[in-house]
């Protein structure tokens, strides 16, 4: 066992990440959903109740805005893994459709979700791996693969969009009941 050679290091050196650059984008619009809090009754009275002797208000914005933005974050992740497990089996693309909107998530303005979807078709369009599943496993069922690519930014955003609400629901049903704020963890990065 001692004469094994220790490659841990080597092996984490070579290990290659999906960029995610549309992940920055979400993490620059934390002081525009600071402000969406200010307008939402719910959290302000149940900082007010709960909350104001452990936070201020400023810091418990900002806590909610980056809980609210990892949720999203881990809502592409999700998507992102279902459509990988597919595209590796050469199975149909699944679509996910946006809920049904129940809580208001006006702050994900839609340039920002364009921005999102650019970032993500540029980055999946300069992939080998992607080009490589869309020839040998998608050719006819596409029409070229820009559009295949615009099919899968899209089901990525709809994965953000789905998880801001999830997290956002979670949020209010915390206030609602005055338990804690739900944990929001990000997820590991993915490896190529």
């Known amino acids: 066992m001692h004469d094994l050679i220790d490659t841990e290091t080597v092996d984490a050196e070579a290990e290659l990440f999906w960029r995610h650059d549309f992940k920055q984008l979400l993490r620059n619009e934390e002081a525009q959903i600071a402000n969406w809090v200010n307008d939402q009754q719910i959290i302000k009275c149940a900082y007010q109740h709960y909350y104001q002797s452990d936070i201020s208000w400023a810091a418990f914005k900002q806590q909610i805005a980056r809980k609210v933005i990892i949720g999203a974050e881990n809502g592409a992740d999700r998507v992102i893994k279902l459509l990988h497990r597919a595209i590796r089996r050469g199975a149909p693309i699944p679509l996910y459709p946006v809920y049904a909107r129940c809580i208001s998530t006006e702050f994900l303005q839609q340039g920002l979700l364009n921005a999102i979807h650019e970032s993500i078709l540029a980055e999946f369009m300069g992939e080998?791996?992607?080009?490589?599943?869309?020839?040998?496993?998608?050719?006819?069922?596409?029409?070229?693969?820009?559009?295949?690519?615009?099919?899968?930014?899209?089901?990525?955003?709809?994965?953000?969009?789905?998880?801001?609400?999830?997290?956002?629901?979670?949020?209010?049903?915390?206030?609602?009941?005055?338990c804690l704020l739900p944990p929001a963890r990000r997820q590991p990065r993915l490896i190529k």
């Open 128 to 178: 080998e791996f992607y080009q490589h599943m869309f020839l040998h496993h998608y050719d006819g069922a596409f029409a070229d693969f820009e559009f295949f690519a615009r099919i899968i930014s899209q089901n990525v955003v709809t994965g953000v969009i789905n998880g801001a609400e999830d997290m956002i629901t979670l949020i209010f049903q915390a206030c609602w009941k005055g």
